[in-house]
T-cell receptor, first 116, second 114 residues
Framework: KAGVTQTPRYLIKTRGQQVTLSCSPI?????VSWYQQTPGQGLQFLFE???????NKGNFPGRFSGRQFSNSRSEMNVSTLELGDSALYLC???????????????FGAGSRLTVL | QKEVEQDPGPLSVPEGAIVSLNCTYS??????FMWYRQYSRKGPELLMY????GNKEDGRFTAQVDKSSKYISLFIRDSQPSDSATYLC??????????????FGKGITLSVRP
């Protein structure tokens, strides 16, 4: 069974640019959530998508956005990049709301973003 | 005060040692408690999952939750060099049917010396 796949694995951008990260969840998982991991703040919740709808959102500015497609694949976008956006962005999938173990997350390997 | 506090480490132990990792939390609504292990250049992987208070054992790993003290622990017996990784505690509230918003500790890096 394939795991959670994130692309690209590494990318370098400059301040002011935008970036789009992609996540393919485990087959059958309908919920996708995104986390930002930095040495200073650790893992912080960005948002959760289920059935193409954002169900929950963390405390991040509006520059961070996402969407989910009908096949449960998800993308997140960061616009007007800042130096502080340099981080490992992790995607996780789960069966989703209403299912036992809905908060049992399987993480991808992450997309490491460096903003110069 | 952060919702979840975890000893910052790093922690270095000899092979075969018993390791104790701990987290405290402030949000009494947390009901689900997890431990994740993260190897370098990998995503976190779920190690232990517990609901409410009590103990759970899985091989060399034991998770303990004390909701009255808002304190959770992970014990690793007979530690091995392959246990060298970053360990993260995570928690979530009840919500309706639970959701995937987890609150994580910052993680502690464990090194097991051969």
């Amino acid at each position: 069974k394939a795991g959670v796949t994130q692309t690209p694995r590494y990318l370098i951008k400059t301040r002011g640019q935008q970036v789009t990260l992609s996540c393919s969840p485990i087959s059958g998982h309908r919920s996708v959530s995104w986390y930002q991991q930095t040495p200073g703040q650790g893992l912080q919740f960005l948002f959760e998508y289920f059935s193409e709808t954002q169900r929950n959102k963390g405390n991040f500015p509006g520059r961070f956005s996402g969407r989910q497609f009908s096949n449960s694949r998800s993308e997140m976008n960061v616009s007007t990049l800042e130096l502080g956006d340099s981080a490992l962005y992790l995607c996780a999938s789960s069966l989703g709301r209403g299912n036992p173990g809905a908060n049992v997350l399987t993480f991808g390997a992450g997309s490491r973003l460096t903003v110069l | 005060q952060k919702e979840v506090e975890q000893d910052p480490g790093p922690l270095s132990v000899p092979e075969g040692a018993i390791v104790s990792l701990n987290c405290t939390y402030s949000n009494s609504a947390f009901q689900y408690f997890m431990w994740y292990r993260q190897y370098s250049r990998k995503g976190p992987e779920l190690l232990m999952y517990t609901y409410s208070s009590g103990n759970k054992e899985d091989g060399r790993f034991t998770a303990q939750v004390d909701k009255s003290s808002k304190y959770i622990s992970l014990f690793i017996r007979d530690s091995q060099p392959s246990d060298s990784a970053t360990y993260l505690c995570a928690m979530s509230g009840p919500d309706t049917g639970a959701n995937s918003k987890l609150t994580f500790g910052k993680g502690i890096t464990l090194s097991v010396r051969p």
